[in-house]
């Protein structure tokens, strides 16, 4: 079983910058794609970033050249450089795995962190 470990977060000023972070730990065999996504109040959780094994990423439009994804397949981590930060980017970010095993594969979460950018 593999356990996603989030830090970072918390409460910024419009404009202002946070760095989230996120371990897989655990026993498994690899771990493909990597990402943060967040989930505002009232709203359905939304893809933020992505990462593949090889370093390819993708965003979403809203955070493209704001935000940047990264992470150390040596130690099973990943992590979301945010600058430039909106009201609108106040959400539950929650990271998530890709975890593969030796019989089969799974998305593993994390259980979230917040972040308030305010106005």
């Known amino acids: 079983q593999v356990q996603l470990a989030e830090s970072g977060g918390g409460l910024v000023q419009a404009g202002g910058s946070l760095g989230l972070s996120c371990a897989a730990s655990?026993?498994?065999?690899?771990?493909?794609?990597m990402g943060w996504y967040r989930q505002a109040p009232g709203k359905q959780r939304e893809l933020v970033a992505v990462?593949?094994?090889?370093?390819?990423?993708n965003y979403a439009d809203s955070v493209k050249g704001r935000f940047t994804i990264s992470r150390d397949n040596a130690k099973n981590t990943v992590a979301l450089r945010m600058n430039s930060l909106k009201p609108e980017d106040t959400a539950v970010y929650y990271c998530?795995?890709?975890?593969?095993?030796?019989?089969?594969?799974?998305?593993?979460w994390g259980q979230g962190i917040q972040v308030t950018v305010s106005s």
């Open positions: 655990g026993r498994f065999f690899s771990i493909n794609d």
């Open positions: 990462i593949a094994k090889s370093g390819g990423t």
């Open positions: 998530s795995a890709e975890i593969h095993y030796l019989a089969y594969a799974e998305v593993s």
